[in-house]
């Protein structure tokens, strides 16, 4: 079975500072993908970044970029120069690699960015 | 632009109503989409996986007749909410993937969501 923790109370941070917001994940399964999405009030899933577990190198989109620390199965997402509307609930999430295979979700983190 | 639409957006109805639930996949077609169910501040609770042309696989403790799912082309996914009453009031949310193999790590594009408010 997979697992997906995210144990961070509400966030806060500064307009455009960097904030990291953390996630770990438990599997015995070796070949799997992390994602992570923002979940603004307006209820929409946005998909952020993606890792798959054999990458190489840390993703990055943009203002985003993703820590992936395989040995200690970690996958936390940083978000560099936050903005205003970077306020939202943010979820890690994991699946297998596979046909329609499902995603298994975290209990997310609350970001709030502070003017 | 969205790649997977769904309708209605906001819900409001008698107890004991039937409500439709709609998930399409505007530019793609999709064997597979996903119905989940979140509450306020909470995560994401899948109910069941949506199968083109057959049952679809309900999880743990997610009542079949209460929620039902019918996904008859490549492109929709509906879901029913029968009999709804107040404590089946939620945000209801439908996602699906250009699914194969080898696109498995592809993320899922979702709704924006269905807040379903019974009376």
């Known amino acids: 079975a997979q697992k997906i923790t995210q144990t961070q109370p509400g966030m806060f941070v500064q307009e455009k500072e960097a904030v990291t917001l953390d996630c770990t994940y438990d599997?015995?399964?070796?070949?799997?993908?992390l994602f992570w999405y923002k979940q603004p009030s307006s209820g929409e899933m946005i998909f952020l970044i993606y890792?798959?577990?054999?990458?190489?190198q840390n993703a990055t989109e943009g203002r985003y970029s993703l820590n992936f620390q395989k040995a200690r199965k970690s996958a936390n997402l940083v978000i560099s120069a936050s903005q205003l509307g970077d306020s939202a609930m943010y979820f890690c999430?994991?699946?297998?690699?596979?046909?329609?295979?499902?995603?298994?979700f975290g209990k997310g983190i609350t970001l709030s960015v502070r003017p | 632009g969205a790649v997977v639409s769904q309708h209605p957006s906001r819900v409001i109805c008698k107890s004991g109503t039937s409500v439709k639930i709609e998930c399409r996949s505007l530019?793609?077609?999709?064997?597979?989409m996903f119905w989940y169910r979140q509450f306020p501040k909470k995560s994401l609770m899948l109910m069941a996986t949506?199968?083109?042309?057959?049952?679809?696989?309900?999880e743990q403790g997610v009542e079949k007749d209460k929620f039902l799912i019918n996904h008859a082309s490549l492109t929709l996914s509906t879901l029913t909410v029968t009999s709804a009453h107040p404590e089946d009031s939620s945000f209801y949310i439908c996602?699906?993937?250009?699914?194969?193999?080898?696109?498995?790590?592809?993320?899922?594009?979702f709704g924006d969501g269905t807040r379903l408010s019974i009376l």
């Open positions: 996602s699906a993937s250009r699914d194969s193999w080898s696109d498995s790590n592809q993320p899922q594009h």
């Open positions: 599997t015995s399964d070796p070949s799997y993908g």
């Open positions: 890792q798959g577990s054999y990458d190489q």
């Open positions: 999430a994991m699946r297998y690699t596979g046909a329609n295979s499902k995603l298994t």
């Open positions: 530019d793609f077609q999709a064997t597979t």
């Open positions: 949506s199968n083109e042309g057959s049952k679809a696989t309900y």
